[in-house]
C-alpha cells in the first residue's frame, strides 16, 4: 500500500491487548503498516488488559501472530524488532478510574518525550460487555475530550437489537462526538468493497443502466464453507442475520443499490448509503415468512471432508435453533428500483466460499434471431466478485464462430490479480490506516447501524417467537435449506451460479461446439 502521506504522531492505546481480535488482526494489520512505512515516525501501541504480562512477554506472543498472519509472511527479527520497541503492556481493569489515570499518564508521557501532541486512539478489542463501560470511563477521565485528537473505534456486534444497539450509541455519544467514532465493518476495507464505488461512478458505461428499467432483480451472497469454527458460544446467541446480515450485507446492499455521491466527503457517502436503508420497504411482521428463511446445518461433506453438524459445534446448544443460514427477499421503495427484488443470502457451511453481487439484467425486449440461433439464451449479468476471487464478470450474448448466425453466453472478465501488480492489504491495513487519517468514509453511523437493525426487527422478531422447527434443515455442503428457491422462484427468478473469475480450461469451453451443452 505503501503511502507517502505523513501521519501525525498516535499513540494507539488498545482494550483487550492480550485478547485474540490483537493478536491475530490488529498487531499484523499495524505491522504490515509499518512495513510499508505507513505508520507515523512518532507511534506506540499501548496495549491496556486484565491479566499480568510485561512488555517482553507480550510482545513474543505478538510475534507469533504477526508470522501466522501478517501478508508479509514470517518477520524478520530485525523488522519485527524494530516494530516491537513501539508496543508496551499496561496491566489494568476495564472498570476502574485507575486503569484510565495511568493510561492519561502514559499517552501524557509519551507527547512529552516526543515533544509534541499526539492523536490517541482507543480501540475497543474486548468482548462486547465491555463497549457500554469503557467509553464512560474514558470520558469520566477526560480521555475523550479533545474533538480532533481522541478517537474510539469499535467493532460489532453494535447492540443486540434496535434498542441495545440505541443504548450502545447513546452511551458512545455521551463521551464522545460522532465525528470521533469509528464503527468498523470489515467488509468496507475489502478492496473489491471499496471498488463497487469505483466501478459504479468513476465510469460512464452502467449507470445509465442501473435502474428498474434494466435490471430485473439483483442477488447478493456471502457464501462460506467454514462452520462457526471456535466461536460457537458467541455465535449461537447471535446467529445469521445478526452476524452477517444486520451489517456485511447490509453494506454490500447499500453501495450497489445507492445514488451516486457528489463528492467523497466521508458524510456525503454515508448519507447516500443511509438512504438506501431508508428506503426499504418495512416488512409486515405477518409477511416474514415469504420475504425470509432461515436455515441451520446438519452433518454433511466439503471438499471430500465430512463435517460435523452445527448442534454438535463446542459451545453450541445441543438443540439450538440458532440459524447458521438466513436468505431475505427485499424492496427498494424508491424512483430507482421500485418493484426490483433484492435476494440476499448468507449462510455458513455451504460448498465453497464466495461472496458476490449478481446485477441480473432484463431480457431484450424482442428477440428478432430465430428460435433456432440461440445456444442457451440468457440475459446479461454483471457479477461483482468481493472474494476469494477479485474482480468483475460480465456475461452477454455472443455470435458463435460459423457461417449461421448462432448465439451463445460468453463471460468478459476482470480479474484484479491479473491486472494489478499490487496485492490486496488486509481490510483492517485500510481500516486502521484511515482511522490514523481521521478519515471515517468506510465506518458506520450511528443512524446507519439503527436503520438497519430497524428493518430486520420484524424478521428477528418472528423467528424469536416461532421456532423453525425443522432444524437442522440442510446439510453441510449444499447451497442452504430447500425453501431458499421459493424466495425468488414465484418471479422465475434463480440464484446465480457463482461465477468463475480464474480463466482455467476457458478456452477449452469457449471453443466447445455449438449444441454441446
Ligand atoms: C465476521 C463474522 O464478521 O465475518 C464471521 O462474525 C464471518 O462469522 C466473518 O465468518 C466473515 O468474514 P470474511 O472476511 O472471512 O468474509
Redesign the pocket.
Known amino acids: 500500500m505503501k503511502n507517502t502521506e505523513q501521519l501525525e504522531p498516535t499513540v494507539f492505546v488498545i482494550f483487550g491487548g492480550a485478547g485474540d481480535l490483537t493478536w491475530r488482526k490488529l498487531i499484523p494489520a499495524l505491522f504490515d503498516l509499518s512495513q510499508d512505512r505507513s505508520l507515523p515516525a512518532k507511534f506506540a501501541i499501548i496495549a491496556v488488559d486484565r491479566i499480568r504480562l510485561r512488555d517482553g512477554s507480550l510482545r513474543r506472543r505478538l510475534h507469533g501472530g504477526v508470522n501466522q498472519f501478517s501478508r508479509f509472511g514470517k518477520a524478520r527479527p530485525a523488522e519485527w524488532n524494530q516494530f516491537a520497541q513501539h508496543i508496551h503492556y499496561q496491566q489494568g481493569d476495564f472498570k476502574k478510574p485507575s486503569t484510565y489515570a495511568a493510561l492519561g499518564g502514559q499517552c501524557a508521557a509519551l507527547e512529552k518525550q516526543w515533544g509534541t501532541k499526539a492523536h490517541r486512539i482507543f480501540y475497543m478489542a474486548t468482548p462486547p460487555a465491555m463497549f457500554g463501560e469503557i467509553p464512560k470511563y474514558l470520558g469520566k477521565a477526560g480521555l475523550a475530550r479533545d474533538r480532533e485528537w481522541a478517537r474510539i473505534v469499535i467493532e460489532?456486534p453494535i447492540g443486540y437489537d434496535l434498542a441495545s444497539a440505541l443504548s450502545l450509541n447513546a452511551v458512545l455519544a455521551a463521551s464522545f462526538t460522532e465525528s470521533q467514532i469509528f464503527r468498523i465493518?470489515?467488509?468496507l476495507g475489502?478492496e473489491t468493497v471499496q471498488n463497487i464505488l469505483a466501478f459504479r461512478f468513476a465510469n460512464p458505461l452502467f449507470e445509465p443502466i442501473w435502474n428498474r428499467r434494466y435490471v430485473d432483480y439483483v442477488t447478493i451472497t456471502?457464501a462460506?464453507s467454514?462452520g462457526?469454527?471456535h466461536?460457537g458460544g458467541?455465535?449461537d446467541r447471535?446467529g445469521a442475520l445478526r452476524?452477517?446480515v444486520q451489517?456485511?450485507l447490509m453494506q454490500l446492499l447499500c453501495l450497489v443499490a445507492m445514488e451516486p455521491m457528489v463528492s467523497f466527503d466521508a458524510d456525503e457517502i454515508r448519507n447516500k448509503k443511509v438512504d438506501v436503508l431508508h428506503a426499504v420497504r418495512p416488512i409486515h411482521p405477518d409477511a416474514v415468512s415469504q420475504c425470509a428463511v432461515r436455515g441451520q446445518y446438519g452433518p454433511g461433506t466439503i471438499a471430500g471432508a465430512k463435517v460435523p453438524g452445527y448442534r454438535e459445534e463446542a459451545g453450541v446448544a445441543p438443540d439450538s435453533q440458532t440459524e447458521t443460514f438466513a436468505a431475505l427477499r427485499l424492496y427498494l421503495d424508491n424512483w430507482r428500483w421500485q418493484d426490483v427484488p433484492f435476494y440476499l443470502r448468507t449462510g455458513?457451511r455451504l460448498p465453497q466460499?464466495a461472496?458476490e453481487i449478481s446485477i441480473q439484467f432484463r431480457a431484450v425486449p424482442h428477440r428478432s434471431f430465430p428460435p433456432g440461433a440461440s445456444l442457451g439464451w440468457q440475459p446479461s449479468r454483471l457479477v461483482m466478485s468481493?472474494?476469494p476471487d477479485e474482480g468483475i464478470v460480465l456475461g452477454f450474448q455472443a455470435k458463435y464462430p460459423g457461417p449461421k448466425m448462432q448465439l451463445r453466453p460468453v463471460d468478459m472478465r476482470f480479474s484484479y490479480r491479473e491486472s494489478f501488480d499490487a496485492p490486496s492489504p488486509d481490510?483492517y491495513e485500510t481500516l486502521l490506516w484511515d482511522v490514523m487519517k481521521n478519515d471515517a468514509t468506510l465506518f458506520m453511523r450511528a443512524d446507519q447501524v439503527e436503520a438497519a437493525w430497524r428493518l430486520l426487527t420484524p424478521v428477528l422478531e418472528a423467528w424469536a417467537t416461532a421456532q423453525p422447527g425443522d432444524f437442522p434443515n440442510y446439510d453441510s455442503g449444499s447451497w442452504g435449506p430447500e425453501a431458499v428457491q421459493g424466495l425468488l422462484a414465484h418471479q422465475d427468478h434463480r440464484w446465480p451460479q457463482i461465477a468463475v473469475l480464474v480463466k482455467q480450461g476457458d478456452a477449452k469451453r469457449n471453443r466447445t461446439r455449438p449444441g454441446s451443452r
Open positions: 460489532k465493518d470489515h467488509y475489502k456471502v462460506e467454514v462457526v469454527e466461536r458467541y455465535y447471535a452476524d452477517m451489517n456485511h455458513k466460499q461472496s468481493i472474494q481490510a
